[in-house]
Nanobody, 121 residues
Framework: RVFVEESGGGSVQAGGSLRLTCIGS????????LTWYRQAPGKEREFVSG???????RYADSVLGRFTISQNNAKNTVYLQMNSLKPEDTAMYYC???????????????WGQGTQVTVSS
């Protein structure tokens, strides 16, 4: 069963925009966080954007001012609006689903399959 799934990747020219979507499913009795990461060829996976416990947003320095994260009211879907894309943004973008541990829910992490973003110069 798929517990987290990304979509919206594609190929664009530098300066273009894309909107990624991450949908978390299952674990209806649990609270979880959805966070964006990316991994370029030959590089380690890195944090891109997510939410703090108070709902405020957090961004990697490399995307600050260009990317915007948002979520729906149910907090089971997050979006990543990516503007002013650069060739160095080329990567596989992954969504991480982190279950918040409570009496009913264990501290599990799930990763989606990723969605490819390619930015040409």
């Amino acid at each position: 069963r798929v517990f987290v799934e990304e979509s919206g990747g594609g190929s664009v020219q530098a300066g273009g925009s894309l909107r990624l979507t991450c949908i978390g499913s299952g674990h209806t009795a649990c609270r979880y966080d959805l966070t964006w990461y990316r991994q370029a060829p030959g590089k380690e996976r890195e944090f891109v954007s997510g939410f703090e416990n108070d709902g405020s947003t957090r961004y990697a320095d490399s995307v600050l001012g260009r990317f915007t994260i948002s979520q729906n009211n149910a907090k089971n879907t997050v979006y990543l609006q990516m503007n002013s894309l650069k060739p160095e943004d080329t990567a596989m973008y992954y969504c991480k689903k982190q279950i918040r541990p409570t009496g009913l829910c264990a501290d599990f992490t799930f990763w989606g399959q990723g969605t490819q973003v390619t930015v040409s110069s």
